[in-house]
């Protein structure tokens, strides 16, 4: 996983972003959602940020 990669365009979130917000005790979309801003604006990452945050709270 690229760290680096961005996943929503709209607010700049990064992958490592999402992860951190994981580490940071997120353990939802919607928590995730919360301290990224990912998916709030136009919403086509919603998809991607969903499955991305359920693949990092598997591990």
Known sequence: MNPE???CPCC???K?????AIRDGA??????KKA???GK????CKKE???LTKK???K
């Open 12 to 14: 700049h979130v990064t």
């Open 27 to 32: 353990s939802s979309f919607k928590e995730v």
């Open 41 to 44: 604006k136009c919403g086509k």
């Open 56 to 58: 990092i709270l598997e």
């Open 5 to 7: 990669k961005v996943v």
């Open 49 to 51: 940020v969903k499955k």
């Open 16 to 20: 490592g972003d999402i992860a951190k």
């Open 36 to 38: 990224t801003k990912a």
